[in-house]
């Protein structure tokens, strides 16, 4: 608190709900507390909001009772760091941490839960403790953090609270603080014992009843050894029981107080007429710091143990400022070697990426104004790489936001560094970036929004799949294939997908498909066309074999699951689905075992059997068994293919394909992990998850 100053003469808080119809005790995810809203607790006596002392334009985030007449704050979460305006926000950020921000973009406060919560709800109880936890364990009375688990920056909501009265100054009262304690205005704790000494009354103490005062931590004897411990700044204690003579020097005004046993302090003082040496011989009552620059010294009597750890503390900081500025200076300069190096290695590329950076950056509160606060009703899809809602900005043109999770594993550079591919990834098949924001720990990519949600939606259901014929099906393998063929072939850096499925495949309002959720997608240069890794990603029945054993991957592990996709399509059914019991197969295996048997056409979708093209959908069939062949050599590119299917050319036979057995289609979408290591130059695109 010392680094901070703030003059706490008097205040009067007046909050308003401006967000909310009702008083609310508690925010989740979705919403956040501005300046100017607030939260109460459910029983009205506690509140939460920002505030500012009086004769101070500083903002806080505080809690007070409401029903002490006399204004009282209880807690406050930023008292080392002001907010110097009104742009004060308190929100749960994506790791589930409650987090204070500052035009929108600098963090003055967080909580430091090391649990991540599944669903993190902010609560004000009416015990008048704030406290994080988890909406899955309902009022069980577990919590990931509170207030009263972390005095930095509390007063203590049993007491030490702070008189905000705007009637009074309390360190005018003689004695407000009592023996050997020190009232200073500007702190939260008016009242503080000297060092050495500890509140004779702790529970009085806590109920900002000062008077009782403070006494020694340990005993004064008269010794030889025994010294002073000084204090700066001062208004005097009461000299009633105090000798004051004129013409003493400091030196010779401590030589007597240490020849008198009676001796508890000594400030020494010049003045025109000369020095003055004033000595206390009872407790010292009515001390005050002064803020305005002015005041004295004042030397109290102190055994020698308590010297000793006074000097201690201050060698050990002393010894420790040394080897943290030592080590700091030392990661500077490594620092600036490293970057001047890589500035010399890269040349211009730098400045280039910062010149091709020329999406819009989106304000944090726009966006937040454009969802409804990140709300739950906008909510369209969650993935491992963060949570997509819907949203509408001022000028009517409706988004959909992807709000990237902690868990990402992207800093701000990589982040800026994927906006700029992304940007560059320009095709009708391609879901479109419109904007990004980065602000304080939030990183949010803005696209167009999809307002038909994603494929699977209507393929793997009955009612759904109707409104798709033969025609629309036909017309969203093509787009899709379009769409990876300019990954793979016509993009700048040759991209490979790793994670196309149904779910990943949005509609727009006129059915075309665009392809999504790069977020494990992997990018080339030059002529190299595959990579291997050490750790495997993507969806389970939409891999390729030799990715799911090995971690190769390739042009043609995207050739596979397009192959899986569009399998799907034609038939209404899920991969890892069982369709012969009897065999234990999967979608795959089904479908090379009706081939065999000349019997593809049992293959198709009822939705759109009696009005397909049945050589077309047939030839898509033949096409698809030529996509999962087990070896990739095997399978077409996706130029070849997409010729495959616009011509009546024949086709070659398929290989049996490897992976033929089933599971359980309640585990179809399941995902593996999704950080890896690569021995490729790689790095992840984040896009919008398909719902």
């Not at 050589?615 to 062949?629: D, G, K, P, W, Y």
Request: net charge neutral; hydrophobic share 35%.
């Amino acid at each position: 608190m010392d680094n901070i100053c703030f003059v706490f003469v008097g205040i009067h808080l007046l909050f308003s709900i401006i967000k909310f119809s009702t008083a609310i005790d508690a925010i989740t995810q979705t919403q956040f507390v501005s300046d100017g809203s607030s939260l109460t607790s459910k029983d009205g006596s506690f509140k939460l909001g920002f505030f500012s002392p009086a004769n101070s334009s500083y903002r806080f985030l505080g809690i007070w009772n409401r029903k002490i007449p006399l204004r009282t704050v209880s807690w406050v979460a930023n008292v080392h760091k002001p907010i110097n305006d009104s742009s004060g926000i308190l929100m749960i950020n994506s790791s589930g941490n409650a987090v204070i921000l500052s035009q929108n973009t600098t963090v003055v406060w967080y909580t430091s839960s090391s649990k991540q919560a599944v669903n993190p709800i902010l609560q004000l109880l009416d015990s008048g403790k704030l406290v994080l936890r988890d909406g899955k364990d309902g009022n069980s009375g577990i919590f990931l953090w509170q207030s009263f688990d972390h005095p930095i920056g509390t007063v203590g909501l049993s007491a030490r609270r702070v008189s905000l009265s705007a009637s009074e100054d309390a360190c005018d009262s003689y004695g407000h603080c009592g023996a050997y304690g020190v009232c200073t205005i500007s702190e939260l704790q008016v009242c503080k014992c000297l060092k050495g000494f500890k509140p004779i009354s702790p529970e009085t103490w806590e109920q900002a009843e000062y008077r009782q005062g403070c006494e020694r931590n340990k005993t004064l004897k008269c010794q030889n050894n025994n010294g002073f411990i000084k204090y700066v700044g001062l208004k005097l204690p009461d000299t009633k029981n105090a000798w004051v003579s004129q013409g003493m020097d400091m030196k010779e005004c401590k030589a007597k107080c240490l020849g008198n046993c009676s001796c508890i302090a000594f400030a020494s003082s010049d003045a025109k007429g000369g020095s003055t040496c004033t000595i206390w011989f009872s407790d010292l009552i009515d001390i005050r710091r002064l803020l305005n620059g002015g005041g004295q010294d004042l030397y109290v009597r102190m055994p020698a143990s308590e010297l000793e750890t006074h000097n201690g503390v201050k060698v050990k900081i002393a010894v420790i400022i040394i080897v943290v500025v030592s080590i700091v200076c030392g990661l500077l300069l490594s620092a600036y070697c490293i970057r001047r190096n890589r500035k010399m290695s890269k040349g211009q590329t730098n400045k280039g990426q910062e010149e091709d950076l020329e999406l819009p950056l989106f304000n944090l509160s726009t966006i937040a104004s454009a969802t409804d606060n990140f709300s739950f009703n906008n909510k369209l899809g969650q993935g491992g790489f963060g949570t997509v809602y819907r949203g509408a900005l001022m000028d009517g043109q409706e988004i959909a936001v992807k709000r990237l999770s902690e868990h990402s594993g992207q800093g701000s550079n990589e982040f800026k560094n994927e906006v700029i591919l992304i940007a560059k990834l320009q095709h009708r098949n391609l879901v479109r970036l419109l904007g990004y924001c980065i602000q304080g720990e939030e990183k949010l990519l803005i696209y167009e929004y999809m307002p038909n949600q994603s494929l699977d939606f209507y393929i793997f259901d009955q009612a759904h799949g109707k409104l798709l014929d033969w025609r629309k099906r036909f017309n969203i393998i093509l787009g899709v294939a379009r769409g990876l063929l300019y990954l793979h072939e016509d993009s700048r850096l040759r991209i490979i997908h790793r994670d196309l499925k149904a779910s990943n495949v949005l509609l727009d309002k006129d059915m075309n498909p665009k392809i999504s959720d790069f977020g494990m997608a992997r990018t080339f240069g030059g002529d190299q066309t595959e990579g291997v890794t050490r750790r495997v990603a993507g969806t389970l029945g939409y891999m390729a074999p030799e990715y799911a054993i090995d971690g190769q991957f390739s042009v043609k592990s995207d050739v596979f699951s397009f192959g899986i996709l569009m399998l799907e399509i034609v038939s209404g059914k899920k991969n890892r689905g069982l369709y012969r019991l009897d065999d234990n197969l999967n979608l795959v295996g089904y479908a090379w075992k009706l081939w065999e048997e000349e019997r593809s056409q049992e293959l198709i979708d009822e939705c759109f059997k009696d009005s397909c093209n049945l050589s077309e959908v047939l030839r898509c069939i033949h096409v698809t068994l030529l996509c999962v062949q087990q070896l990739p050599d095997d399978r077409p590119s996706m130029s070849t293919l997409i010729l495959m299917l616009g011509d009546e050319t024949n086709l070659p036979q398929p290989r049996k394909p490897s992976l033929l057995i089933g599971k359980h289609s309640s585990e179809a979408d399941s995902p593996s992990i999704k950080q890896e290591t690569s021995s490729t130059n790689e790095f992840s695109i984040s896009l919008l998850d398909g719902r």
